[in-house]
């Protein structure tokens, strides 16, 4: 297979990239080399001594013999240049990483907002458009988040994108809003009137845990589950979400979206074969994951910096398993009438408070709590859906004391590295927060 990995020189993008790679399929990365930049713009860069694109690409063919070729073509902003790559090298699938994933980062200002929306909506948007103009039928696999969810405790388990609801109909003789007889309710099926459940005005919301029969009196549907972004970059995804579902309506494109947990881990077998494959390690308050954050911070004695109560619930994925995911999602491609195809691609769900308690248990680092810069709420419960991925054949990579030490160590060789000045976090979501931290 043929596969463009936009963003392919990022945390994920780039052991993806040789993961997939590795079992034989012919890679092509597309990268402006953005988080580069803004490791210059913050002046913080990974923990781990990541080399150039050029040394990367040519310590992979020196070590597997396989080829990856690169493109630098900023996807926002170059359209033409992204038509014709996809031109040329007649790609049949696409991974789309491109786009910038921090959540703090994108509430730092007014301008950082601007650009993670300029960027995320306008590259995805030019690749549909790219895509369409190339005339290729192409599988496009995008990298969402779970946090398009949204973090508050709904009592629900959180299905796999799409939600099962009913839809009351309005009986013949009801009046709309403006105080006309709704003349279209007699041509909408109706059940029994003796029902007396056929009186509510509200939809009716069922688990995707098993099927169900709808009332007499209502319409069975599933949407989108209701989006609920907790930051400009989790709304980008929002927006990312609902152009796909036109794409996909109107154009009968074939795309996959998954929704990923919070990654942690730094390593895959492939990263490890030499030292110039390294990945990214992100440590700092912006693009430092919270699990990855907290075992660098153990790893040189410094209290671990747990966010208010540290009662969010978070859902969570070693890297290892998200390149498996991708490779997954490539080989099970949805139909051209199918609709978007969405995964979980999560594989459990922990309190930050209870990993802090961990790593505390296991290294004797201290707790520091401070507080939380985020508008979120103090304490939530989080039970998500993730059968997809399991039945085709994932075996979940769970949290270990093994993993956890492979991480320690990992951060204490390139302690040296670590400016501390850049663990506390420097991004609000209210300026009020900013008194509190």
């Not at 052991?15 to 012919?26: C, E, V």
């Not at 990312?240 to 494109?253: C, G, H, I, L, V």
């Amino acid at each position: 297979m043929k596969i463009v990995i936009l963003g392919g020189d990022g945390f994920i993008g780039w052991p993806t990239a040789l993961h997939l790679s590795a079992r034989g399929n012919d890679i092509i990365i597309v990268d402006n080399l953005s988080r580069r930049a803004i490791d210059n713009e913050l002046e913080c860069e990974s923990l781990t001594p990541i080399r150039s694109m050029e040394e990367r690409i040519s310590a992979w063919k020196e070590v597997t013999g396989r080829q990856i070729k690169f493109y630098n073509i900023d996807i926002s902003l170059q359209y033409e240049e992204l038509v014709e790559m996809f031109e040329l090298e007649r790609p049949d699938s696409l991974v789309h990483f491109a786009e910038q994933r921090a959540a703090p980062y994108s509430m730092k200002s007014s301008k950082h907002k601007r650009y993670t929306v300029n960027n995320n909506v306008n590259g995805t948007n030019n690749v549909l458009c790219a895509i369409l103009d190339s005339g290729l039928d192409i599988h496009l696999v995008h990298l969402g988040t779970m946090g398009v969810y949204g973090y508050s405790s709904v009592g629900l388990k959180i299905p796999e994108g799409y939600l099962k609801i009913e839809i009351p109909v309005p009986k013949e003789g009801d009046k709309t809003s403006n105080g006309h007889v709704d003349e279209a309710a007699s041509a909408l099926p109706t059940g029994s009137e003796s029902d007396s459940s056929s009186d509510d005005e509200t939809a009716s919301i069922h688990s995707n845990d098993s099927e169900y029969v709808p009332k007499d009196d209502n319409i069975p549907m599933e949407i989108y589950y209701p989006p609920r972004p907790g930051s400009v970059y989790h709304m980008t995804k929002v927006l990312d979400a609902q152009m796909f579902e036109y794409y996909n309506r109107n154009n009968r494109m074939r795309i996959t979206d998954l929704h990923q947990g919070i990654v942690w881990g730094c390593s895959t077998p492939e990263t490890l074969l030499d030292e110039r494959l390294i990945n990214r390690f992100d440590y700092d308050g912006d693009y430092g994951t919270v699990l990855n954050r907290l075992l660098m911070q153990a790893a040189i004695q410094h209290p671990l910096t747990v966010y208010g109560s540290g009662g969010q619930t978070r859902a969570f994925i070693h890297i290892r398993d998200s390149v498996r995911c991708i490779e997954i999602a490539l080989s099970n491609p949805p139909k051209p009438a199918d609709r978007v195809l969405i995964f979980n691609q999560i594989t459990e769900t922990h309190r930050v408070r209870d990993l802090a308690a961990l790593i505390n248990q296991l290294t004797g680092v201290p707790v520091g709590a401070i507080g939380n810069p985020r508008n979120e709420a103090a304490e939530n419960d989080l039970v998500v859906e993730n059968k997809q991925f399991l039945e085709l054949g994932l075996k979940p990579t769970k949290l270990s004391e093994g993993l956890l030490y492979e991480i320690t160590e990992l951060a204490s060789k390139f302690s040296d590295r670590c400016d501390v000045s850049r663990i506390a976090p420097c991004s609000f979501w209210l300026p009020s927060t900013t008194k509190t931290v």
